[in-house]
């Protein structure tokens, strides 16, 4: 019989709705609920993607008696984290403070009042590896709620206290300089892997905002350091496993340094970010191995997680069934064998594709199946052969079961996707992409901005089947929104994006700034969780606080709005203190201060729609390397203009009955020029 879980949205709730435990959903009624039974709380945390989360639910959650032992002595609440990543961000830093490491699915044991005393992460079933089973952990819980309660609410108010005791203190710290991103990229350098690309040592995760700010420091000051290690690092990983040689899209990381058996789960915010990193990387290089990756990344992106609706999907299982032995395991749909190779193609073109791709009798990944690669010293070949061996390997897979997709709608990755689908669509000339970006954002205003009279406005977190969900956004949403507007309007020249963008960020300086500065993850008015939440560093994906800096500062460029561009270089402080110390976590800010330091630039294009010389223009504006650089493209001014025109168009007029652009940077204005190429010139480097 389904649990309470039954009428959530979340697919990863849902995927737990027929479980025997008794999960309840966050809420008051189920704290309330555990306060009359006196029973702690077991909070656990996953999300639909999460492989360990799918064993740790089969082996556990879904036994009789471990389910019968957590009904009886607790109160079970399950949250999807990326729903709530409030509630997730909390008690995984009470988790890695206690322990050292976190993870999902996480494990949380608290009292009534949401305190948490006792954590960790996956539990197996039976004693492994020095780890409690799960039911030992749960009857040491239970017994230490019982026999010794006040030891554990000693814990626990040590625990919020220690919690409070971090508050981050940047108020003081000035706006990074010169000097502090020289210093970031030293301490990158340091940590880079000269041989393999990307930072550090197993597991490898995609350095997505690291690569941006790489492209950006080069951009700035033309050091070719910076430009070879981006360059470097994503020709490795478009050379490796954790690639889709086939379908495009990168998976979320890779278990080994050299970038070939990835964690097969697809996310959004991923491939968002990455396609466009290697737009970004072709833009600056013209390296056609970049422009490949980016387009096959927005096709990836279009045809396997947009939404009926217009939307994109938070993700692909990484767990799929394997057609050959029925089982569900991890990365059957992307596996290959010479054997299967060969069923598929024949004896020679199956002969071709495994020494192309790396596919070896010995394997590459598990029980003798290889991930597909592009090996440095593959085969020379035909590329059109190729292109016909990588058109029937997709059609046979396409033919196996595929992994399921998480279909909920989450607000800040489709900010992602919509800058990354638009600058492709305008970079490569294909006005469908900037099209899908457009139906996204739609989305995104008609289904999850509620703006009704009597209740302050908000941007909602998530929705599924255009039903918007229950959870406010949080910074991170209104921050990469609003990012993904900007880029719109920049490719499309419709100010209405523009508009919106200005009215998340007001919110934003209305909600969630402190006095200092500094910004916090969720709003003023949301749910009061045992700590507000604050969280300047990067994880998979942009921080909230740095997201919203990069927006406030784009935006404060278009408009010459003084409290945006005062709001965004009070909230990079952050940056000056953390980016020479942990460059690597720190990334987006980085980028963010890049264009601070360039400008950033100002562009403003004029001239008639139908004219080919205004959309030249705007194409040299659009590719420009300048850090953080906005453009705007319009009639000229002034002139019959009409709603939602950009500030940066005023009193822009045509230089002799031509298309014109005009660059502006620090309070001063270059010579508006006719010639894309002068003005391709004027966004270029600047050197000291």
């Not at 033309?222 to 290690?229: I, N, P, R, T, V």
């Not at 029980?367 to 059109?384: C, F, I, N, R």
Request: negative net charge.
């Amino acid at each position: 019989m389904p649990n309470r879980l039954a009428n959530e949205t979340s697919p990863y709730l849902l995927q737990h709705a027929d479980n025997p435990v008794d999960w309840w959903p966050w809420s008051p009624e189920a704290f309330a609920e555990a306060r009359e039974r006196g029973v702690p709380v077991l909070l656990s945390v996953g999300y639909s993607s999460c492989h360990w989360c799918h064993v740790m639910a089969h082996e556990s959650f879904e036994d009789d008696p471990t389910a019968a032992y957590m009904n009886e002595h607790f109160v079970n609440i399950k949250v999807d984290r990326e729903e709530r990543p409030d509630v997730d961000a909390v008690y995984m830093e009470a988790v890695q403070a206690a322990t050292g490491q976190g993870g999902w699915p996480m494990t949380v044991f608290l009292t009534a009042d949401a305190e948490p005393f006792y954590f960790g992460t996956y539990f197996p079933p039976e004693p492994r590896h020095g780890m409690p089973s799960f039911l030992q952990v749960l009857e040491g819980v239970r017994a230490a709620w019982v026999g010794r309660p006040e030891e554990v609410a000693e814990v626990a108010q040590k625990i919020v206290r220690d919690l409070a005791g971090r508050q981050l203190d940047y108020g003081k710290a000035g706006t990074p300089g010169p000097e502090e991103l020289a210093q970031a990229l030293l301490g990158l350098t340091r940590e880079y892997d000269a041989v393999r690309g990307g930072f550090g040592g197993a597991p490898k995760f995609p350095p997505s905002m690291v690569l941006e700010f790489l492209l950006r420091h080069h951009a700035r000051t033309g050091s070719e350091g910076a430009l070879q290690m981006a360059a470097d690092t994503c020709e490795a990983m478009a050379r490796g496993g954790i690639y889709d040689q086939l379908g495009g899209g990168f998976a979320r990381y890779s278990v080994d340094r050299e970038w070939v058996v990835p964690h097969f789960e697809k996310m959004l915010y991923d491939n968002a970010l990455l396609c466009r990193v290697y737009a970004h990387l072709w833009r600056a290089t013209g390296s056609e191995l970049a422009r490949r990756v980016a387009l096959e990344t927005a096709d990836f992106m279009v045809r396997e997680l947009r939404t009926a609706q217009g939307g994109f999907a938070s993700a692909l299982d990484a767990d799929s069934e394997d057609p050959l032995t029925g089982e569900h395991v991890e990365g059957a749909y992307y596996a290959w064998t010479p054997a299967r190779l060969r069923e598929v193609l024949g004896e020679d073109d199956g002969a071709l594709a495994a020494g192309y791709f790396g596919v070896t009798e010995e394997g590459t990944f598990e029980h003798g199946t290889s991930v597909l690669q592009l090996p440095q010293d593959g085969p020379a070949v035909d590329a059109e052969r190729i292109a016909g061996i990588r058109e029937r390997l997709l059609a046979a897979r396409a033919e196996r079961p595929a992994p399921g997709r998480d279909d909920k709608v989450v607000a800040a990755w489709n900010g992602l996707a919509i800058a990354a689908l638009a600058e492709c669509g305008a970079y490569f000339d294909r006005p469908d992409l900037v099209e899908r970006a457009t139906e996204a954002a739609d989305l995104l205003v008609r289904v999850h901005f509620d703006a009704a009279a009597g209740r302050a406005p908000r941007l909602s977190r998530t929705s599924k089947d255009g039903r918007v969900g229950a959870n406010a956004g949080v910074l991170e949403d209104y921050g990469d929104v609003a990012e993904g507007f900007l880029a719109l309007a920049a490719v499309t020249g419709e100010g209405v994006w523009l508009e919106f963008a200005g009215f998340l960020l007001d919110l934003v300086l209305d909600r969630f700034a402190a006095e200092d500065g500094s910004l916090y993850d969720t709003a003023h008015d949301a749910e009061q969780l045992i700590r507000r939440p604050q969280d300047p560093t990067d994880t998979a994906a942009p921080s909230g606080w740095t997201a919203a800096a990069g927006a406030l500062l784009s935006y404060a460029a278009h408009t010459g709005s003084q409290a945006h561009r005062t709001a965004a270089e009070r909230a990079l402080g952050v940056v000056q203190a953390l980016g020479p110390r942990v460059p690597r976590f720190i990334g987006h800010g980085l980028s963010v201060a890049e264009a601070l330091l360039d400008g950033p630039r100002e562009v403003a294009v004029v001239g008639h729609p139908e004219d080919p010389a205004r959309a030249a223009l705007h194409r040299a504006a659009l590719l420009g390397t300048a850090p953080g650089a906005v453009v705007a493209v319009g009639l000229p001014q002034p002139a019959e203009g009409g709603e939602g025109e950009f500030p940066l168009l005023a009193e822009r007029t045509l230089v002799r009955d031509l298309p014109a652009a005009y660059v502006c940077r620090h309070f001063v204005c270059a010579r508006p020029t006719t010639d894309p190429v002068e003005l391709a010139e004027q966004l270029g480097a600047v050197r000291p």
